[in-house]
């Protein structure tokens, strides 16, 4: 995870949804591509508007928690976003600044468009009560920031990637009924509950993501490919370019990771030889037989 990071101070923003449009997300699952989607565009585009000649881009990464402390059914996204942007010329920028006017407002309108694509017509009356209700926008609120790439790389692993409730807050099970507790959102005030086993199981299992559904995503300079990856590579000086390429390989980055060097044969006590990269769909007796020569 630190590989991805870049050596400055992120801030932590929650990009949160009303309680009338929970019900959408729950019978459709696929509708919570737009809640990435839509607080992709937005953090963009506020970036976008600092400057538009640069276009400036930050690092951010995303995390959907489908559930709240009562364990129920409440989508929201959490967002870790560097204070500062690449852009078109300027190597970056640092942004102390968020607009959370803008961020509110704008993520009300692009998730609601988004919606409203995708489930036509019966959504106008919604999407209008929506405005009417809320018209100040999505709540979108901030945490405090942090300041260095492990902190925020340990904060990832604690945090945003916790599961729906943890041991500590399961008080008892006899055998027929779960207690746990829980500090209620509005008001911190703590809350005990005891409801029946099956009861208990069926409010975790429907946290379940769906098969290859990513939780996490990375966007902006953090993003798989991006078009100022060159521009990062430029900021490291020449002597450190070598030792740069080095540590960004995926052997090395195993390596730190797992402490398991993927290329180091236990057995024989040697290095391995990288003969064939196997891709899906090829047969592998044609590929056995190409690396040979047998044809």
Request: hydrophobic share 40%; proline share 4%; with cysteine.
């Amino acid at each position: 995870m630190s590989f991805k990071l870049i050596k400055t101070s992120h801030r932590h923003c929650v990009f949160t949804i009303p309680e009338e449009l929970r019900v959408y997300f729950r019978k459709d699952r696929t509708l919570l591509n737009c809640l990435f989607h839509s607080v992709r565009d937005v953090i963009l585009r506020m970036f976008y508007q600092m400057n538009k000649t640069e276009n400036f881009t930050p690092g951010f990464i995303c995390v959907l928690h489908t559930f709240g402390r009562d364990l129920k059914w409440n989508p929201h996204i959490h967002v870790l976003i560097s204070e500062g942007g690449m852009g078109n010329f300027m190597p970056w920028r640092v942004v102390k600044h968020f607009n959370y006017a803008f961020l509110r407002n704008a993520f009300r309108t692009v998730l609601l468009n988004q919606m409203e694509a995708i489930i036509a017509k019966s959504f106008k009356k919604v999407k209008a009560y929506i405005y009417k209700n809320c018209p100040n926008g999505f709540y979108v609120y901030a945490k405090p920031k942090l300041t260095n790439t492990k902190e925020v790389a340990k904060y990832i692993g604690r945090y945003l990637g916790r599961p729906v409730i943890a041991t500590s807050r399961i008080d008892n099970y006899d055998g027929e009924n779960v207690t746990f507790h829980y500090n209620r959102h509005e008001d911190d005030v703590l809350v005990v509950e005891k409801i029946p086993a099956i009861e208990f199981i069926k409010k975790l299992i429907v946290h379940i993501p769906e098969k290859h559904f990513k939780m996490i995503r990375y966007y902006g300079v953090y993003a798989k490919k991006h078009k100022q990856a060159h521009l990062i590579f430029m900021a490291v000086p020449e002597s450190l370019h070598a030792l740069h390429r080095q540590v960004a390989s995926w052997r090395m980055q195993m390596l730190a990771a797992f402490d398991h060097d993927p290329l180091w044969c236990s057995h024989c006590n040697q290095r391995l030889i990288l003969v064939e990269i196997y891709h899906k769909g090829t047969p592998l007796m044609e590929i056995f037989l190409r690396r040979f020569a047998v044809f």
